[in-house]
DNA sequence: TATGAATGAGCTTTCATTCAT
DNA sequence: TATGAATGAAAGCTCATTCAT
């Protein structure tokens, strides 16, 4: 058995994804983690310290689910087509729970400022790498755009429909701005 | 003064926009609408009882203030560009909140199903403008999905950047369509 | 239509039995009678108040029943034996909720000193009822035993298998007595 | 002073056996209890939870009781007849507060049926004693019906008198079993 | 007479956190 | 380092009753 500070977060990485954050307790943490509450203590300084490391975990998850998705494609075109093909991935595998960042944004008070900030940090590092692989601006924040509207309705209308036609619509504008 | 259960709803109207589902508590609420804590489940049920309504009464605000803000567009596109520059307005009005709608479906537990219909329901209420204004499909949702995200992101970074880019994007949207 | 007060006394006599004092609330009371709150108190002091006229109409409707029931009886050993059957017949007509007057003494707090006096009186008049059969005092008493007994085991144990018994026991008991 | 749980459940056997369990609160167990409303909570899951500990220890109690005040009788009908002045002696040491399993049952709505298994498993408990001790079925029955009835219409009429009588109407029952 | 609106006091339960060992 | 015990504060909700109309 792995050590308690990695079951707790490996716990919270299934619980703050599937339920959030306010629905989660403590108490739900410590039991399916099998740790004892001082312990929990001990690793975390807070519920919100755990939070913050929880967003450290999920994001090199996510980043390096995404890396692998992709990693086959030749073209520009053929990488961003995979992007969204590994929404509807995730969507499957975790049963369209979209996003954590935004969804425990969403439940955090303001002025818990730490844990907004680490949450816009994680967005930004998404958003910079469209601007890295698409040298036109406007183009780039275009896709990004789609691609956040994306895994935010099919999380919606737990349907991957808007993706599908994403893939069309990301497709065209590819084309056409090649072909300038 | 006002009846108290149009004083409960007003105060969830500021409170759960600003603070959310969770973080804000019945107490607050009776204590803002100056109403006791009996004469509120004597109005609404429950809390989730409550939080429908609000809903309701959200949505219906957030139309009207939406169709009087586009009321003077003498064009599709200048409409759609006006919709853009409302959620600058409403940004700027309500601090950078984003939609109530998004924020609450992602602190609900999903086995609260009656609330997330409602919430589906009224977004896709929101979608079908779109789609009844555009006879293009592929375009109607398109611009749906710059206009979520452009409501997501800049509540996210808590900046009009990405709405001012949309605009310019929407514009080349719609007068490339309109060419052919 | 009956009157209202009349309604809510005929609701008070399903609901009281059935669920017991504390666990019927006016609420219940008034929308199973559909009578309005201040329509209640109206007509009844309080809840308690209530509770003093339901014992007595339950107390005559009980009594009634019984005298019913064992009128066809030719010999004091056949109404005797025939009260038993009755409590078997209540306990299938009213799925073994045993005494209502047992049951509310046993939930209501010892100073509330006018609901037990009235619930001892009834109480006292059936045990008078046995006394006024059997002149001998001890025989009378021990049947009055066995009959309260029976009433409240077989709600304890959801089964008439001790009124059978009894049946048995006081048929010995009382050919016994008439043999001296 | 001893530890929390214990105190609780203490607590508990005075609260629950002269208030029963509906007018008793945890507000007023833990204040007289001395103990945190959350540890309340650690300790017991519910209240629920507590009266089914507060039953499984009050048997013990009452059975010990029972056994320490019958323990010196040398003859069957001798440790009958000390099983009725017991329930004198604990009138008087109770106020009369009759069988907290029976008081209970009275005020549980009928769908907690953990609750009311464990009041019969007791219960039944108590009349097989009776049956172990007289081979005869229908003589023990007897038997048990008079002691329960006895408690019941003790408590009603907050007097010893009916088991003075009881305690005769034994004596004749065993003599006359006992010279067959 | 009849009523819908309103209430204070209470309920059981859960929360994230700390402390003594 | 590790832990079981304990907690103050707050959660959502229900009670029998009264009052203004």
Redesign the pocket.
Known sequence: MSK?RERILNTSMILFHQQGY?S????QIIEEAD?????F??HFK???DLCIEFFNKRFKYWVSELENFTSGAKTLEEKFLKSFDFLIYMNQKEDFRGCSFLNIMSEIPVDKIEIHKIIRDHKATLRDSFHKDLKNDILAAHLYLLFESCILTSQLYRSNELIEKSKLIVQNLLQSSLSH
């Open positions: 308690p306010n989660t307790g403590i108490n740790v004892s509450k001082a312990s203590y001990q807070s519920k919100d």
